[in-house]
């Protein structure tokens, strides 16, 4: 069986390469001159920052993503943070279960059976899957401003969304008490981008950089690509979004209630702050989440467990915030003070190294979390990718699930315990 991939992102790579052990003859058109696309290292001043993601996995080990690289035999290594998350709250950075002496014994109490209920798979449905989760939560445990703050950060950090529908916080909840918190990369994300590309080589599939698809004729069952070649195949991967896609193949071969859906689908938007300090790791392997802040969300600091990612004498930390408006230049300008608020010696100390910002053709997620995905509707062509993650999937995890349904759709393994 001969399958296209079209775009070397994580999703591309991870799906190639369980396709490449399957025996099936598999080939990747990138267009970039490198592999990874938003997941993988970007050297910039000595430091390993990166194109996209924060060097992290949102569930560590112990999630699909990491479960997936196991099945493949991927030599990388994760490792859990701990603890699992630190709050920036009243001037102080605390341990996150600390985080519970904000609320009153009857919050407390109603927190604890929330977060029983969610564990055992009671969810909202309906009406209440659909509303605001920020809301939900508050109707749950009571109008409590350090928990909307927390939930704030938490999803501004991990979505880059400042809310999203109960249903699928619900089910982001449960899959942090079913799998854990984040983990570091070890050597940041091309040491997985990098060893999903080798599987694929090494097991006979192959990479083309600097080669664009402009077209798919699903009639022919072809790729055509920008430099005029064109490629069959029995099965395509599509790593370029839902959109992307129903463009390469011609908007007329897709029925108008489709078209409606697929236009709707909205991005998640942020900026990320890549920050440099002098001196031995501050925060080591764990998330703060910001709640004094303005704008940033949440931050890390990748080189507590990869110092090879700074150069000698240098931490690297990665802030970030979701998108609030579209005007960029005030949005930095905030994100910038708050920065100064959690680093008031920052001037002495470092400096912002780079600020990225990631909107339109290259946003956070293609398709925000909580928006309902359905199969792509044309036979032989998957989606895979932050466009095609079933809920409660956080990013790369949401990505790893996504393949999980390809693989299964494809007949290439059952994966059923995994869906959150
Ligand atoms: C600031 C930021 C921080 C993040 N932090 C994290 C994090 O810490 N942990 C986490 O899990 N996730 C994180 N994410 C999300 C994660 O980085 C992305 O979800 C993920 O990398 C997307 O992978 P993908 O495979 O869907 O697509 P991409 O990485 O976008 O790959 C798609 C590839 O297709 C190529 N392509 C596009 N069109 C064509 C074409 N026509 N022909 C050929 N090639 C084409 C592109 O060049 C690209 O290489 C973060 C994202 C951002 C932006």
């Known amino acids: 069986m001969k399958a296209v991939v079209i775009g070397s992102g994580i999703g591309g790579l991870l799906t190639s390469s369980f396709l490449t052990k399957n025996d099936y003859e598999v080939i990747v058109f990138e267009k970039a001159p490198y592999v990874g696309g938003r997941f993988t290292n970007l050297n910039y001043k000595g430091f390993d920052l990166s194109t996209g993601a924060f060097h992290m996995l949102p569930h560590g080990e112990d999630g699909p993503l990491a479960y997936l690289l196991k099945l493949l035999g991927a030599n990388v290594r994760i490792m859990n943070s701990n603890p699992k998350g630190m709050i920036f709250y009243d001037g102080k950075t605390l341990h996150y279960r600390e985080g519970w002496k904000y609320l009153s014994f009857t919050e407390k109490a109603r927190a604890t059976k929330l977060l029983l209920d969610v564990k055992r798979g009671k969810l909202p449905e309906g009406e209440e899957a659909e509303m605001s989760g920020r809301e939900w939560l508050k109707e749950k445990i009571g109008d409590n401003e350090f928990v909307d703050l927390f939930i704030k950060s938490f ?41 999903l590309a080798r599987i694929v080589e090494r097991s006979g599939g192959k990479i083309l950089t600097r080669k664009k698809a402009v077209e798919i004729d699903v009639d022919s069952k072809k790729v055509i690509t920008a430099d005029g070649e064109e490629f069959s195949f029995d099965v395509l991967i599509s790593n370029v979004g839902i959109k992307e896609t129903v463009e390469l193949i011609g908007r007329r071969n897709f029925d108008r209630e489709y078209l409606k859906k697929v236009d709707s689908l909205r991005p998640s938007e942020g900026i990320k702050y890549n920050v440099a300090l002098k001196g031995k790791p501050r925060i080591g392997n764990t998330v703060v989440f910001t709640l004094d802040t ?25 802030l970030h915030h979701a998108l609030q408006s579209r005007n960029v230049k005030a949005e930095r300008k905030k994100g910038i003070e708050d920065i100064y608020k959690i680093f008031p010696n920052l001037d002495g100390e470092g400096e912002i190294l780079l ?3 990631y909107l339109d053709g290259n946003p956070v997620n293609r398709v925000a979390s909580g928006q309902t995905v359905e199969d792509f509707p044309i036979p032989d062509v998957h989606i895979v990718g932050d466009a095609y993650r079933p809920p409660g ?28």
Request: aromatic share 8%.
């Open 355 to 357: 600020i990225q910002t």
């Open 393 to 420: 999937g956080i990013e790369v995890e949401g990505i790893a699930l996504g393949v999980m349904k390809t693989l299964e759709r494809l007949g290439l393994g059952s994966f059923s315990g995994w869906y959150p």
């Open 294 to 318: 303005e704008r940033i969300n949440g931050y890390n600091e990748p080189s507590s467990v990869s110092p090879e990612l700074a150069p000698e004498g240098y931490t690297l930390l990665m």
């Open 155 to 195: 999803l501004g950090w991990a979505d880059s969304v400042l809310d999203v529908p109960a249903g699928e916080l619900a089910r982001e909840i449960k899959a942090a008490l079913k799998w854990g918190g984040p983990g570091l990369v070890k050597g940041g994300c091309s040491a997985i981008t990098g060893e």
